[in-house]
Structure formats: C-alpha cells, structure tokens
C-alpha cells in the first residue's frame, strides 16, 4: 500500500543512548517532515525537507539531526536522548505545490527515554 | 508567532448528534487545514480550507479569514468519529514549504 512507512513502531531508550528513526514514502512526494506529539498538545514541526537535497529547522530542532537520504527517505537521529524527547514522532510527506494540502502521515514512534 | 485555539478542548456526543468545533487563529493565514487522529494514532488530512465552504459526506469545514476562524461540522456523528481534531495553519513565513502550526485539538467521544 502507497504511503509512509516508519520504523521503529516503539523504542525504550536508557539517557544518553542514540538512535535514528526512519521514515520512507511511496508516493514520489518532494517534501518530507518530522513532528512529535506530547500529551495534549498539538504537533511541533522538528524537521523539515522542502525538496531532495535539503533541510531546515522547524519550530523544535533542538537536539536532533535528519538526513534526506534520497527522495524517499528522510531520518531522524537523537544524538544523546534526553527525558525530555520522550514523545510519539511522526513523519509526513506531501507534493509540493503553491496549496499546502494532500499531507500524507506515517503512523508514529513512540518513543520512551528513561 | 502565530497562536492557534480550538474549542471545546473535549466533547462527548451520543451517536447520532450533531457537532461545531471551532478553530480561532491570532493572524491572517493563506491557509487552514483540519486533520482527524484516530485513537491508535494515525492522522487524516481532512480539509485544505482557506476560506469558504466544502463538505465531505457528514463533514463539512468553514473558514471566515476575515475574521480569523474556522468551524468544523460533524453531522450524525458515528462512534468512528472519535478521536482528536485538529485544526493546523502556516508555520512562519513561505506557505509553499508546508510547515505546519498545529492548535491544541479538540479530542470527540462519541457512545453507541
């Protein structure tokens, strides 16, 4: 089935440890994004890649990475996991166009850093 | 930066009612786009909503940009509707790179 594919579904990680989350689409999308999702709140852009080749911060970049591996792939890396990044994460993707609609989201990560 | 607010932050419905959840945002956006989380999580773009009216079956969505709101309507609600709604409005300048400011939400029970 076409759409975005995310893995690890859930992660425990112990303070400090490292890890990426992957996220790859189907749907020949150029633009790619990463959100996390805290308890009652709306999602906060981290992430962004506007087209293959390039990335930029969103609202919450501090302490993650991404690569845009090609145009289908586009990870998420958490250098040195913090309490404060326990979260549910989502990636996303739409084709680019002037109209900002015809998003696309995986089914998230949760995950949990103790 | 911009500020995004839905209300009612929750709303309990018996199956067959009819429902407004409203979305006010702080300034004028080129876009308005209202999203559905199921309760395993998975996300749905419902409307792309600048201004005006559309309808979707039991949905519709309407946004008044000239005075910075937009209103979802649930008719004859189904307990399938349950989750959280969402509505999620530009982030920041250059509407074309998609970023996306997302409100508090509005989590919808609805009981058999």
């Known amino acids: 089935n076409a759409g975005v594919t995310q893995t690890p579904k859930f992660q425990v990680l112990k303070t400090g440890q490292s890890m990426t989350l992957q996220c790859a689409q189907d749907?020949?999308?150029?633009?790619m994004y990463w959100y996390r999702q805290d308890p009652g709140m709306g999602l906060r852009l981290i992430y962004y890649s506007a087209s293959e080749g390039t990335t930029d911060k969103g609202e919450v970049p501090n302490g993650y990475n991404v690569s845009r591996l090609n145009k289908r792939e586009f990870s998420l890396r958490l250098e040195s996991a913090a309490p404060s990044q326990t979260s549910v994460y989502f990636c996303?993707?739409?084709?680019?166009?002037?109209?900002?609609?015809?998003?696309?989201f995986g089914s998230g990560t949760r995950l949990t850093v103790v | 930066g911009i500020q995004v607010e839905q209300s009612p932050p929750d709303l309990i419905l018996q199956e067959g009612a009819n429902s407004t959840l409203r979305c006010n945002f702080s300034d004028s956006v080129n876009n308005l786009q209202w999203f559905h989380q199921n309760p395993w999580g998975q996300l749905i773009n419902l409307f792309y909503?600048?201004?005006g009216t559309k309808q979707n079956g039991r949905l519709s969505a309407t946004t008044v940009a000239t005075e910075r709101y937009s209103l979802l309507y649930i008719s004859s609600s189904q307990t399938t509707d349950s989750g959280v709604y969402f509505c999620?409005?530009?982030?920041?300048?250059?509407?074309?790179?998609?970023?996306?400011?997302f409100g508090r939400g509005t989590q919808l029970t609805v009981w058999p």
């Open positions: 999620a409005v530009p982030l920041g300048r250059g509407s074309t790179l998609g970023r996306l400011y």
């Open positions: 749907m020949n999308h150029n633009s």
């Open positions: 996303a993707s739409k084709p680019t166009g002037l109209a900002n609609y015809g998003y696309t």
């Open positions: 909503i600048p201004s």
